[in-house]
């Protein structure tokens, strides 16, 4: 074979493998708009870090990213529409709420640990139990051995059954060792206004939702649901004071359904990375005692594996039912 011939040959089997190579090659992800599910309604705390994920992961992924909410069901909704879905470009936005859940409703239809991968925490905040300025009590002790001397008499207000706001003090009372009443509300307004109306003795509510009140003397706080004091609040006590493993946050989350690939998720995790130090959603959360977490899969699955069973056993000792 000439050398003419023996290059030609040799480079059109260059060719042909590079070709095929570089077609046998995953398409670059994502190559179609991205969509985050809300299992809320529109409005709602969770939607203002949603949005705002998804604006800034639209100008780093080189795809729309969209939110989209589907309420129903306290999220059981939106969670089985991703979960049914199977979709390697649909994510979902996830609170505190998808680990008492299962507890509350053991027929949900889905394990958030089988079911769902942990992708990040998004943020994080502190509860509080608050009281009204002319309350018989005004300290945790107070509270206790109110409790105590009129069991199941005193009464906490929260803004829903099965909500981190009702397991925070059915919690505290198993671990205080006191029996009080829960009265649920439908949502954080008719909460509020029962609470300054004197229907509830004790509301437990987010401190962000709590703060105009505070500063504006219409509420004291006994303490806060955080394991160690709030920086916004750091004159008052965490619950954890007086009754030590009751620590417990609000926070908000971000899974993907169990066949999304890692490396979506990793590089879904990475472009996130520069709103952890320094941006506007940051600074935003911590004007309201938020923490921005977005540190990737680990933490999060950290804290289902640890809620999860918590909350099975809170609810059985407690009697808690569903609606």
């Not at 640990?113 to 005004?138: G, H, T």
């Not at 472009?271 to 130090?277: A, H, I, V």
């Amino acid at each position: 074979m000439s050398l003419s011939r023996r290059v030609f040959v040799s480079t059109t089997v260059s060719s042909g493998l590079f070709f095929n190579s570089a077609h046998s090659q995953p398409r670059q992800w994502p190559n179609r708009p991205v969509r985050i599910i809300i299992p809320y309604a529109p409005g709602g705390p969770v939607e203002i870090p949603g949005r705002f994920i998804a604006e800034h992961l639209t100008q780093r992924l080189g795809q729309p990213v969209i939110v989209e909410t589907r309420p129903g069901a306290g999220g059981a909704l939106g969670t089985k529409h991703v979960i049914a879905a199977q979709d390697d470009h649909t994510f979902l936005m996830i609170t505190g709420a998808v680990a008492i859940q299962p507890a509350v409703q053991p027929d949900i239809g889905y394990d958030p640990l089988i079911d769902l991968l942990p992708v990040s925490l998004v943020s994080e905040s502190s509860m509080c139990f608050a009281v009204r300025p002319n309350a018989q009590f005004q300290d945790l002790r107070g509270l206790i051995a109110a409790a105590k001397a009129n069991p199941g008499k005193i009464t906490y207000g929260t803004s829903g059954n099965g909500t981190t706001t009702h397991m925070a003090p059915a919690l505290f009372g198993i671990r205080a060792g006191i029996s009080w009443q829960h009265v649920p509300y439908r949502g954080a307004g008719q909460l509020i206004s029962g609470f300054l109306a004197g229907d509830v003795d004790v509301m437990s509510a987010d401190v962000a939702l709590m703060l105009p009140h505070i500063r504006e003397g219409r509420a004291n706080v006994l303490g806060v649901t955080a394991p160690e004091r709030s920086a916004i609040l750091p004159e008052v006590p965490s619950i954890t004071e007086v009754a030590p493993g009751t620590g417990i946050m609000i926070w908000f989350g971000i899974c993907a359904a169990r066949n999304m690939p890692e490396a979506n998720i990793a590089r879904f995790v990475s472009e996130l990375e520069p709103l952890r130090s320094g941006s506007v959603l940051g600074q935003r959360m911590a004007a309201s005692g938020s923490t921005l977490l977005l540190a990737g899969p680990q933490e999060l699955a950290e804290r289902l594996r640890h809620e999860l069973p918590l909350w099975r056993q809170v609810v059985a000792e407690a009697g808690i039912k569903p609606d």
